[in-house]
């Protein structure tokens, strides 16, 4: 929790952000949680922040005066309860449907350079990236750890994970950006 | 598309729960750790806690309620009741909580917000709001004013003014309780609600005055709350949240079904 520019820092300063690079690299499994599955971008448009740069992309902003299909007001944080729509199979999103439902809190969003990289995306007020994989990293834009059982039940699958991405995807390409 | 929260509010003093009489399940209602429990399981979306304490020591207690409850429960909860420093709201949120919501201490002292949300996040701070509706004035346009130390000291401040001046501070969230309303059981305050939710870009939890399932339904709808805070109407028993779950599923409002 916090924001890139600030989280950064901390990194470089206790020497982190080097650990992580050297981690990502020999392959132990990673899971990025929240600002997490932003700073593993290139950059975070949150101050304008060079970020880990493990997938190709940036963490942008919501975009201001959103309104739903409802004609209702679009508050930004995305503050709350919200389903996923899972367009690639991963051990870790084993057993997720679409009634599980994960707790996020949230004004900026990851968006990879590629689709190849999106594994599901929400919905508020536009469709966005909410679970990236990427060789041993998953990151997930909501936090497992206050999300009840479904979000247990995805720490659980994590703590089970080789770290192995699955040899072959079911996929199908999201629509982000389109106005449900 | 978020879901409308459910969100059951527990009022602690002294580190005991002070409502809930009809329990079933051998659950202690005087715990505030087994109520969390209780509420988690039951579907609670979030949970708030109020400390009531009057004493000084109630820190202390607090706290350890809150790590009790951080323990034990995987969906977020707040704290409010007495936090009226960085200090304080550093070591409700270092013990587990999401969130501190601040009342009295914020119309004393605006800077606690600003504070707040540079040293947490924005995320993590709640405005507290206790509203009365009064004769529209020049001072009071929305006729409703902001009230403290439980609705007895009228402030001079305007709430719906209050509200944005607080989301431009870095309040995160507000809870939004009218004094008229609490703890009638005759419906929340839909007008005042909608008024504050439709000029704010930071979401609205209503509070005060549930007393049927219709009333949560109404106040999601027509009040344009993001979530609804109950207390008497799930701690007497009377419903579950997964009953009014159910019900606001069944009239199309999105809610969280699956716990």
Request: charge should be neutral; proline fraction near 5%.
């Amino acid at each position: 929790m916090g924001a890139a520019g600030k989280a950064l820092k901390d990194l470089k300063d206790l020497g982190l952000d080097e650990v992580l690079k050297k981690q990502f690299a020999g392959g132990k499994p990673i899971l990025g949680i929240c600002l997490g599955a932003q700073i593993i971008l290139d950059r975070s448009e949150e101050n304008e922040t060079p970020c880990l740069g493990f997938i190709p992309g940036v963490a942008k902003r919501f975009p201001q005066d959103l309104s739903s299909s409802k004609e209702e007001k679009i508050k930004i944080p995305h503050m709350g309860w919200n389903s996923l729509d899972i367009i690639g199979f991963h051990p870790v999103l084993r057993d997720t449907t679409p009634d599980d439902e994960f707790y996020f809190v949230h004004s900026f969003y990851p968006s990879p350079a590629t689709y190849s990289h999106v594994l599901a995306t929400s919905h508020h007020g536009i469709r966005f990236p909410a679970v990236l994989g990427s060789s041993n990293l998953v990151a997930v834009q909501f936090h497992p750890e206050k999300s009840g059982r479904s979000g247990l039940r995805l720490l659980d699958n994590f703590c089970k994970w080789d770290g192995c991405q699955p040899p072959f995807m079911i996929r199908r390409s999201p629509i982000c950006s389109a106005k449900e | 598309m978020l879901s409308k929260r459910i969100i059951p509010c527990l009022d602690v003093r002294n580190g005991r729960t002070t409502k809930g009489i009809r329990f079933k399940n051998n659950v202690d209602i005087g715990d505030p750790v087994q109520m969390a429990k209780y509420y988690y399981e039951q579907g609670a979306d979030e949970l708030v806690f109020y400390d009531i304490t009057a004493s000084n020591e109630r820190r202390d207690i607090m706290i350890d309620v809150v790590r009790g409850v951080a323990e034990t429960i995987f969906i977020p909860f707040s704290v409010g009741g007495g936090i009226r420093s960085l200090e304080n709201m550093r070591s409700v949120l270092l013990a587990g909580a999401e969130k501190v919501s601040v009342n009295s201490a914020a119309i004393r002292n605006p800077s606690i917000l600003s504070d707040g949300a540079k040293a947490f996040g924005s995320q993590c701070i709640v405005l507290g709001m206790d509203v009365k509706a009064v004769q529209r004035s020049e001072r009071i346009p929305s006729g409703y004013e902001m009230v403290i130390d439980g609705g007895r000291v009228f402030t001079g401040l305007d709430a719906l003014r209050w509200a944005i001046e607080a989301e431009g501070l870095g309040a995160g969230e507000i809870c939004l309780n009218s004094i008229d309303a609490d703890g009638t059981q005759k419906g929340y305050e839909l007008d005042l609600t909608a008024l504050i939710s439709g000029s704010v870009n930071i979401p609205v939890i209503a509070s005060g005055g549930a007393g049927s399932i219709d009333h949560i339904y109404d106040v999601l709808t027509k009040g344009r709350a993001d979530a609804a805070l109950v207390a008497s109407i799930v701690h007497y028993g009377r419903v579950s949240i997964a009953d009014i779950k159910s019900d606001l599923h069944s009239r199309h409002v999105k809610v969280r079904n699956k716990w």
